[in-house]
């Protein structure tokens, strides 16, 4: 019978990266369900002002994908899923660009850009204190093991 200690990970509030995606998660929930239920407001605040209950439809599907990868990172960080959450920050980082180049080819820069800009920021963020976590985790896994074998 081996009397090793047995590995217990730290709870998610207790890891600040995965506290920062979670938050992260519940900001992009409450910014989809904003630009579902109040489409006109939310696509002048996007840059791209609605002319009209048809043209808004896209804020509403934009809400909709918002709020899915909100709940989506919510529950990755719930159940410390570190690698799926670098991808999905990293993959996403680059989203607000898009976004920054169709409001540009649109209506021209200005100071909207800075919040698509700070989103792309926050997103970066998050993945490279994700990613150092995950390599946290090898670390110490690697050491766990290599402890094992004396």
Do not use: C
């Not at 904003?34 to 609605?50: D, K, N, Q």
């Not at 709020?67 to 799926?84: K, Q, W």
């Not at 150092?132 to 093991?145: C, H």
């Amino acid at each position: 019978m081996s009397t090793a200690p047995t590995y217990m990970p730290r709870p998610v509030w207790r890891e600040p990266a995965l506290v920062f995606a979670a938050v992260s998660g519940l900001a992009f929930v409450l910014l989809g369900m904003r630009a579902v239920l109040i489409p006109m407001t939310t696509s002048s605040g996007f840059g791209l002002p609605a002319l009209g209950a048809n043209d808004a439809l896209w804020v509403q599907v934009y809400g909709s994908r918002t709020m899915m990868l909100g709940l989506l990172a919510i529950t990755l960080a719930a159940l410390r899923a570190v690698v799926p959450l670098v991808f999905m920050f990293a993959i996403g980082a680059p989203v607000p660009v898009f976004d920054m180049a169709l409001i540009t080819s649109q209506s021209g820069p200005g100071p909207i850009l800075f919040r698509h800009a700070a989103v792309v920021v926050w997103l970066g963020l998050g993945t490279f204190l994700l990613w150092r976590l995950q390599r946290q985790r090898q670390r110490s896994a690697a050491t766990r093991s290599n402890k094992s074998y004396r």
